[in-house]
């Protein structure tokens, strides 16, 4: 059981945020624009100057090296970062073969050029060129921001299915109530300086 957990975190106004995500699980994070919630995920994914402690079944992120952490805990930001020119650059060989039909691509999305990509056919990309690293957390920007209705709550089953299966601790940012009310095992809204559970969202 590999289970994320925040003890005091501080960064930016945010102060003393302690939580728990099991792992298989899901929690969600809302809260006004600018509230603090994706500098909160850059801390938990060591990309972020912050104080407190942050550690991954037991073993804390101020004793393993960043790049080690960063493959145990992956984050998929709201805005996804394409570094190569064609799609498969980014996955490893097998990836092609293994593309999940909930992602709505063809096996030939491999040869593609990114930048052909429509800003929702990166995000789903983006999401599974994170499991694809095979991460024990996966910390979520709005995974699902650039999605139609359709598309959104089927990528939301996919997700779901893949984080329970693997049992990955996710720590996952949301702002539709809707969306939090289907995919939420915990939610915590940040209110001020700090978070506070939300409940009935399970």
Same mark, same amino acid.
């Given at each position: 059981?590999? $289970?994320?957990?925040?003890?005091? #975190?501080?960064?930016?106004?945010?102060?003393?945020?302690?939580?728990?995500?099991?792992?298989?699980?899901? =929690?969600?994070?809302?809260?006004?624009?600018? *509230?603090?919630?994706?500098? &909160?995920?850059?801390? =938990?994914?060591?990309? !972020?100057?912050?104080?407190?402690?942050? *550690?991954? /079944?037991?073993?804390?992120?101020?004793?393993?090296?960043?790049?080690?952490?960063?493959?145990?805990?992956?984050?998929?930001?709201?805005?996804?970062?394409?570094?190569?020119?064609?799609?498969?650059?980014?996955? %490893?060989? !097998?990836? /092609?073969?293994?593309?999940?039909?909930?992602?709505?691509?063809? *096996?030939?999305?491999?040869?593609?050029?990114?930048?052909? &990509?429509?800003?929702?056919?990166?995000?789903?990309?983006?999401?599974?060129?994170?499991?694809?690293?095979? %991460? $024990?957390?996966?910390? &979520?920007?709005? %995974?699902?921001?650039?999605?139609?209705?359709?598309?959104?709550?089927? @990528?939301? @089953?996919?997700?779901? !299915?893949?984080?329970?299966?693997?049992?990955?601790?996710?720590?996952? #940012?949301?702002?539709?109530?809707?969306? @939090?009310?289907?995919?939420?095992?915990?939610?915590?809204?940040?209110?001020?300086?700090?978070? $506070?559970?939300?409940?009935?969202?399970?």
């Amino acid at each position: 059981m590999t $289970e994320l957990s925040l003890e005091n #975190v501080s960064v930016g106004a945010l102060r003393e945020v302690s939580l728990v995500v099991p792992a298989g699980q899901v =929690v969600c994070l809302s809260g006004p624009s600018g *509230s603090g919630k994706s500098r &909160l995920l850059r801390a =938990v994914a060591d990309l !972020e100057p912050h104080g407190g402690g942050i *550690s991954l /079944g037991g073993t804390s992120q101020q004793d393993t090296p960043a790049h080690q952490w960063r493959s145990r805990v992956v984050m998929v930001p709201a805005d996804s970062q394409w570094w190569f020119d064609e799609v498969g650059g980014h996955f %490893p060989a !097998e990836a /092609g073969s293994r593309l999940p039909t909930a992602l709505g691509f063809p *096996s030939e999305v491999m040869g593609w050029s990114v930048s052909r &990509l429509s800003s929702g056919e990166r995000q789903r990309l983006a999401l599974w060129r994170a499991l694809a690293l095979q %991460p $024990e957390a996966l910390l &979520l920007d709005e %995974p699902t921001a650039n999605l139609d209705g359709g598309s959104t709550e089927a @990528i939301e @089953i996919w997700l779901l !299915e893949e984080i329970r299966r693997r049992r990955i601790a996710t720590l996952w #940012v949301a702002h539709d109530p809707g969306q @939090i009310h289907r995919v939420a095992d915990a939610h915590y809204r940040i209110h001020g300086t700090g978070l $506070e559970p939300v409940h009935g969202s399970d």
